[in-house]
């Protein structure tokens, strides 16, 4: 099973950017998905997670309203579209995936499959 990532770079302050993970080797289809992401010298943390059908989404308060996440499932695909980029989203991203649970969640330890990361640089 793989979770692979994309989409990163590099990108001034205020602007956009949409990180995209093609799951391979299972489906992802009825399980949750989200991302997660760590800073230069911090703790990984919780950015959003969406239920398997899209109904229900989770955003970590400091990228609530800025940042979008959704699916594809017939592309085994999750997204996370960010905008209104500040230096404090420099970070490597990672995509996830819980392969038990229906129920979306901010633990990381209930997602069983994590992406390679791509790394978010946003220049002041």
């Known amino acids: 099973v793989q979770l692979q990532a994309s989409g990163g770079g590099l990108v001034q302050a205020g602007g956009s950017l949409r990180l995209s993970c093609a799951a391979s080797?299972?489906?992802?289809?009825?399980?949750?998905m989200g991302w997660f992401r760590q800073a230069p010298g911090k703790e990984r943390e919780f950015a959003a997670a969406?239920?398997?059908?899209?109904?229900?989404?989770s955003y970590a308060d400091s990228v609530k309203g800025r940042f979008t996440i959704s699916r594809d499932n017939a592309k085994n695909t999750v997204f996370l579209q960010m905008n209104s980029l500040t230096p404090e989203d420099t970070a490597v991203y990672y995509c996830?995936?819980?392969?038990?649970?229906?129920?979306?969640?901010?633990?990381?330890?209930?997602?069983?499959?994590w992406g390679q990361g791509t790394q978010v640089t946003v220049s002041s």
């Open positions: 080797g299972r489906t992802f289809s009825r399980n949750v």
């Open positions: 996830v995936a819980d392969g038990t649970r229906m129920a979306v969640t901010t633990n990381s330890k209930n997602y069983d499959y």
């Open positions: 969406i239920s398997w059908s899209g109904g229900r989404t």
